[in-house]
């Protein structure tokens, strides 16, 4: 079956530490996304992917890093530098667009990463 | 700056009314409109409106754009308790495959 997948479903962080969060997709999507939701506040972007090798940074990407080096996976990396990193993350993955190189903005998701800081 | 609105941020009715969500924005370049469904986890898609006026629909769900007021509903007759679930309002820029979401609108159907 196609989808998206991540793990931990669910991680302990104790302050000071570094953690990532893993997902896969097999799709063959080309693009990849990582959100942040708050209580109350929708989804928030912190890092996108359009393409393998390459990344571009969201509305909120202090304290977090990516890579890009296969196109079924984009793992987050939460830093110690990110100040509130409580909070429940989501990935997801959209495709291009035919023969116009953009990507569709219909996005599919995977099941999330609640993430606590201890 | 681009940003989302929806109205109201929850929502409390019965089995059986229907229900109407309200979404707002003011995006550059803007492209597409889209609603998910969130009920614990991955939001699932429901619909992405370009088009001014066309209603999509799908069984008790429809939804309708509006681009002169920026706007878009979306509509669940005959709610039913598995209707229950935060809905999200999505708006798209050109060309850049970004989402600037909405807060969300947690609905809840009561039996």
């Known amino acids: 079956d196609g989808g998206i997948t991540q793990s931990p479903k669910y991680l302990f962080r104790k302050e000071g530490q570094n953690v990532t969060l893993s997902c896969e997709q097999n799709?063959?999507?080309?693009?990849m996304y990582w959100y942040r939701q708050d209580p109350g506040q929708g989804l928030r972007l912190i890092y996108y992917?359009?393409?393998?090798?390459?990344?571009q940074k969201g509305d909120i990407a202090e304290g977090y890093s990516v890579s890009r080096e296969k196109k079924e996976s984009f793992p987050l990396t939460v830093t110690s530098a990110q100040k509130n990193p409580t909070a429940f993350y989501l990935c997801?993955?959209?495709?291009?667009?035919?023969?116009?190189?953009?990507?569709?903005?219909?996005?599919?998701f995977g099941p999330g990463t609640r993430l606590t800081v201890l | 700056e681009d940003k989302v609105v929806q109205s109201p941020l929850s929502l409390v009715v019965h089995e059986g009314d229907t229900v109407t969500l309200n979404c707002s924005y003011e995006?550059?370049?803007?492209?597409?409109l889209l609603w998910y469904k969130q009920e614990k986890k991955a939001p699932t898609f429901l619909f992405m409106l370009?088009?001014?006026?066309i209603e999509k629909k799908s069984g008790r769900l429809s939804s309708i754009l509006d681009k002169k007021e920026l706007s878009s509903i979306l509509n669940i007759t005959a709610t039913q308790t598995g209707d229950s679930a935060i809905y999200l309002c999505?708006?798209?820029?050109?060309?850049?495959?970004?989402?600037?979401f909405g807060q969300g609108t947690t609905l809840q159907v009561k039996p």
């Open positions: 997801a993955s959209s495709t291009r667009l035919v023969g116009s190189g953009g990507v569709t903005d219909t996005q599919y």
């Open positions: 799709l063959n999507h080309d693009a």
């Open positions: 992917s359009q393409i393998v090798n390459d990344f």
């Open positions: 995006v550059t370049n803007f492209r597409s």
């Open positions: 370009t088009s001014s006026g």
């Open positions: 999505a708006a798209s820029r050109s060309n850049t495959g970004k989402l600037i």
